[in-house]
Structure formats: structure tokens, C-alpha cells
């Protein structure tokens, strides 16, 4: 089993659901923490509950972040170069769902998808990895979706997006196993989070898995011995996709 104590761990959209759970769960194995999201308030109050709940006595490093912004990626890492010297693993974990039919997306709504879930991923993913290809060592796990995997009506651009983050994926880890770096998809199913509207999750929240369900995941997968190259995960409620 390969330990997290002491790793250095960016996880990105970490105010909320998936990323603050997996912060909480990550902080218990004693990692250090670098929190990133667009609203430095939050990011505050997320930094608070993961020190009450996990016990961890290091504080998070809070780094604001826009992915939908190159250049605030660019000034993000620069942060984190500066104050914690690299990253062990990033948790691409941000991005923006949008859910209606093809026909009624605007182009901004589109642009927005597209920016977030493949470029900022890739971005993100892309600073990080020269740093880690020197080292020799490294993880980039995304937390993708069932909907690069499967067609649901009403996902038609984030689908695709999450889609051309999987082929990417497929051909970096490829290019970087060699440079002993890990590339990670997780394929997650119906979590109940704000992606999903309040109506959704009143009506379905018995069927889906739970933020911290997802999160024992990540530490499960991140614990795996370093021989293993564990590529794609596939998380789906017991009952099947809602």
C-alpha cells in the first residue's frame, strides 16, 4: 500500500461536494492540501471544515483558481511552485455541468462546458507535469463522468467534453508511464452534489451515491501499490444510473 502522509495534493474545485469530501478524507491520511476554487471565500470555509473534521494539523494552502481562465491556472500554480515547491497529485476535480437539450444550449453555455472540463482540465494537468516527469513520480487523477461512457438525454456538450478528457488522458498516460507518472480517470456515476437540482436530488437522492462514497474511492485508489497503474475506475450507484 503506498502511504499519503506528507504528499502534496491539489485538488481543484475543492469547496464543495466531490473535491471538499475527498480534501477531508485525503487530510486524514496526513497529506498537505492545496484547496483551489473561483471563490476565495469559500475556499475559506471549506479549509475550516476539513481541519474540524479531519483532525489534520496542517492547514490547507487556499490558492483561488478560475480553470475556465488560463492565465489564472498559470498564476495558481505559480503560487503553489512558490510556496510548496511542486505537487505529488493533482485531483482535477472541477468543471461545469449544464443540462438541457442540444438544440436550446447557447454558445456561451457551450464555450463555458468546453473551457472548463477539457481545456482547464488539460491546462491544469499540463503545468504540473514537467515538474513531475523530472521527479520520476506523480499522480493526475480526473474525476470524470459515466457520460463520457454512456448517452444521457440532456448531456450532449458535457458529455463530450468529459468524453475528449478521456481520449486525451488515454494517449498523456501513454506518453508519461515511462516518467513513472500516474494518469487517473474515475468515472463517476449520480453523486449527489449542487451538479444535480434540488428537485433531482429530492426525488433520487436514495439512488445516488454520496460525495463521501466517491472520496473512499480516491483514497483507495491513491493507496494502491506504486507498481500498479490503475487507469479507469467505473463508481456507479448500486441500483444502476439515474
Known sequence: MTSLLNKIVWIT????????????????????????????????HAARTVASVSGNPIAPLIVTCDITKPESIKNAWG???????????LINNAGIGIFQPFVAMTVEEISLMLDANIRGALICAQVVMQHMQERRSGVIMSIN?????????????????????????????????????????????????????????AEFRSRMMQPEDVAAAVVSVLELPHRMMPEELVLRPQLGDV
Open 13 to 44: 474545485g475543492s469547496s464543495r461536494g466531490i473535491g471538499l469530501a475527498s480534501a477531508i478524507a485525503l487530510a486524514t491520511k496526513g497529506t498537505r492540501l492545496i484547496l483551489s476554487s473561483r471563490n476565495e471565500e469559500d475556499l475559506h
Open 145 to 201: 463522468s459515466v457520460a463520457a461512457l454512456k448517452a444521457f438525454a440532456g448531456a450532449s456538450v458535457y458529455a463530450a467534453s468529459k468524453a475528449a478528457l478521456m481520449a486525451a488522458n488515454r494517449v498523456i498516460r501513454e506518453e508519461v508511464r515511462a516518467h513513472g507518472v500516474k494518469v487517473i480517470d474515475l468515472f463517476v456515476g449520480a453523486t449527489e452534489t449542487d451538479i444535480w437540482s434540488p428537485a433531482d436530488r
Open 79 to 89: 503560487l503553489i511552485q512558490e510556496q510548496c515547491g511542486g505537487v505529488d497529485i
